[in-house]
């Protein structure tokens, strides 16, 4: 039977460790509420932008643009890898880099020129273990990226794109669908493909009904607006890939310390039973010394 | 009679108000918006948004986007909207000052420089 100190000890730290891991799970929950309200507002932008476009068709403009079309010749491109900057949040940054990787092998071999650019410390730690070095590293962003940072990003991509120093834009990173899933995903951001999203449908539907009859006028033309509402989209997209990364950081987090929280409970439990065994054993043994001892005097 | 106007940025909504007049800074100049005005459209440019409340006039400096009109409802949507007064002027004639230094030899460069010199400059009006 091991020593009933040790195990005491050990059990004693195994208590600090739990004190830990709550506090930890308690601040991932308050980070993601705040989190997942920062989406949630970020929605009212992207459904008046759906509006305007879904206005823009109705009006009969053409919906044609530089950002929106295909290129035929894709030469170079760049992937961003949105991950963590701090650890202790379970399987988070393992499955994007997981993702990842396969996506850029992929495309190394299809064109000449592949730069990658990585978000947090960790997904840039771990791309250089696995043999790549990220061009540019945006280690600023924490649970609540804003938008004046990723509009800086988002502008600096939109300018090597028109430029034509890249022909294709790609975001890795966790797509947040709900409380209990969350995947990582690859989006190509560059060329935007449509201005329409999931979303849609139910935005659309709303619309139609409500205001069948209004005539927009546009200021100053339909053309004029579609010219902007196309960059501001792609701004907000990435904008939104960031808080879902953000937001799935902090439930992958949350959920992470649950689990480690119930575990060191659950191997305290087991430490004590240990323990108490082996104090009982000990105590046993003293006894019989004891009456040992007594039984040899009085002998 | 009053207008609301609701302004949204992407991380969120910043102002939602009953206002008797409003003032949107369009693309090529400023147009009034009150009571009872036909729906719009509109892309916005870098300038001051002026609101008439019953509290006394407000002003914000929107950093472009949209502006849709509807039914006694304002709605602008644009990256940032400051209170003019948080407005730092030597900040914005810096930016001014970095935008003018923009290099412009090709059409998209030049594109490009002419939109931060716009933005620089509406931010400077607004802060003086």
């Known amino acids: ?91 988070y940054n393992a499955s994007i880099l997981r993702t990842a990787m396969p996506h850029i092998r992929s495309l190394n071999e299809e064109m000449e020129s592949v730069s990658i650019d990585a978000s947090g410390k960790r997904g840039v730690n771990g791309l250089k273990f ?133 575990s060191a409970g659950d191997m305290i439990k087991q430490l004590s039973m240990t323990y108490n065994r082996a104090r009982q054993s000990q105590i046993t043994g003293e006894i019989m010394e004891i009456i040992g001892g007594v039984e040899a005097l009085e002998g | 009679m009053s207008i609301r106007c609701v302004v949204v940025t992407p991380e969120r909504t910043e102002l939602d108000r009953e206002a008797e007049f409003v003032a949107l800074p369009m693309y090529d100049g400023e147009l009034g918006v009150q009571p009872g005005r036909a729906p719009i459209i509109g892309r916005l440019g870098y300038g001051v948004l002026r609101l008439q409340t019953n509290a006394g006039p407000q002003r914000y400096f929107v950093d472009g986007g949209f502006a849709q009109v509807e039914s006694d409802v304002v709605n602008v949507l644009t990256a940032r909207a400051i209170a003019v007064d948080s407005l730092q002027a030597d900040e914005a004639a810096q930016a001014l000052s970095e935008a003018l230094e923009l290099p412009s030899n090709t059409p998209e460069l030049a594109k490009i420089k002419e939109t931060a ?8 009006r607004a802060a003086r």
Not at chain 1, 63 to 71: A, G, M, N
Not at chain 1, 228 to 255: G, Y
């Open chain 1, 130 to 262: 696995r043999g790549i070095d990220a061009d540019q590293q945006f280690l600023q962003f924490e649970d609540q990226p804003a938008y004046a940072e990723v509009e800086k990003i988002a502008e600096a991509y939109l300018k090597q794109y028109i430029t034509g120093q890249i022909d294709r834009l790609d975001v890795v990173y966790t797509k947040f669908i709900s409380t209990s899933k969350q995947i990582a995903v690859v989006e190509t951001l560059l060329p935007i493909g449509s201005l329409a999203d999931e979303s849609d449908d139910a935005v659309d539907d709303s619309v139609g009904a409500g205001n069948a009859h209004s005539q927009y006028e546009f200021l100053p033309s339909a053309e004029s607006i579609l010219e902007e509402v196309v960059p501001t989209s792609f701004k907000v997209k990435l904008f939104k890939c960031f808080l879902d990364a953000a937001v799935s950081e902090q439930v992958a987090r949350m959920i992470a310390m649950k689990g480690a929280t119930e």
């Open chain 1, 1 to 91: 039977m091991a020593n009933a100190r040790a195990l005491d000890k050990r059990r004693k730290s195994i208590r600090n460790i739990r004190k830990i891991t709550r506090t930890m799970e308690l601040i991932a929950t308050a980070r993601y509420k705040k989190a997942m309200d920062r989406a949630a507002a970020a929605t009212a932008y992207t459904d008046q932008i759906t509006k305007i476009v879904k206005q823009l068709a109705d009006a009969g403009t053409d919906v044609q643009h530089p950002l929106l079309e295909q290129r035929d010749n894709i030469n170079s491109s760049r992937v961003l890898v949105l991950a963590s900057n701090r650890g202790l949040c379970g399987g």
């Open chain 2, 117 to 124: 010199v716009l933005r620089a400059r509406g931010q400077l």
